[in-house]
């Protein structure tokens, strides 16, 4: 995998963070893409580690920000500094709905996907599998902009 690609992975994974949930629970804990392999962890009140449960060679840290019901991020990544904005929006189903906003890489705005990733709590290390389905239908659609 290119280092573009890991880009966009680790973009896609950073995109997860509840509204609904408690503020201290937001950012705290791992959270899965579906059959991504992606895994988040959300360490203390500013950072955030990315790996994958099926390539090694997706490590990456970084830092974010959120307000409301957006959250935007910074991560260096093999010398390259990427940004990615995010709203999401969490489901009753306790999983969380997250779609890029803007994703640029050292400036540059790059393509990133415009549909809703579906992300769950997991805990790889304990057997806790990601789910098995990470995108939402093509057809949902966007709550109003705030």
Same mark, same amino acid.
């Given at each position: 995998?290119?280092?573009? !690609?890991?880009?966009?992975?680790?973009?896609?994974?950073?995109?997860?963070?509840?509204?609904?949930? /408690?503020?201290?629970?937001?950012?705290?804990?791992?959270?899965?893409?579906?059959?991504?392999?992606?895994?988040?962890?959300?360490?203390?009140?500013?950072?955030?580690?990315?790996?994958?449960?099926?390539?090694?060679?997706?490590?990456?840290?970084?830092?974010?920000?959120?307000?409301?019901?957006?959250?935007?991020?910074?991560?260096?990544?093999?010398?390259?500094?990427?940004?990615?904005?995010?709203?999401?929006?969490?489901?009753?189903?306790?999983?969380?709905?997250?779609?890029?906003?803007?994703?640029?890489?050292?400036?540059?705005?790059?393509?990133?996907?415009?549909?809703?990733?579906? !992300?769950?709590?997991?805990? /790889?290390?304990?057997?806790? /599998? /990601?789910?098995?389905?990470?995108?939402?239908?093509?057809?949902?659609?966007?709550?109003?902009?705030?």
């Amino acid at each position: 995998m290119n280092t573009r !690609m890991h880009c966009a992975v680790i973009s896609l994974v950073l995109s997860v963070v509840p509204r609904a949930v /408690p503020s201290e629970d937001l950012f705290s804990g791992t959270w899965c893409v579906g059959r991504q392999g992606l895994v988040i962890s959300f360490i203390g009140g500013d950072t955030v580690h990315v790996t994958s449960l099926n390539d090694a060679s997706i490590d990456g840290w970084g830092t974010y920000t959120r307000d409301g019901s957006r959250l935007t991020a910074t991560m260096t990544n093999e010398d390259l500094e990427l940004k990615m904005g995010y709203k999401y929006r969490v489901k009753e189903d306790a999983t969380i709905r997250a779609k890029i906003l803007f994703f640029t890489v050292d400036g540059d705005s790059v393509n990133h996907p415009h549909r809703w990733l579906r !992300m769950q709590r997991c805990d /790889p290390e304990k057997g806790i /599998p /990601p789910g098995e389905d990470d995108e939402e239908e093509d057809g949902e659609e966007d709550e109003e902009e705030e």
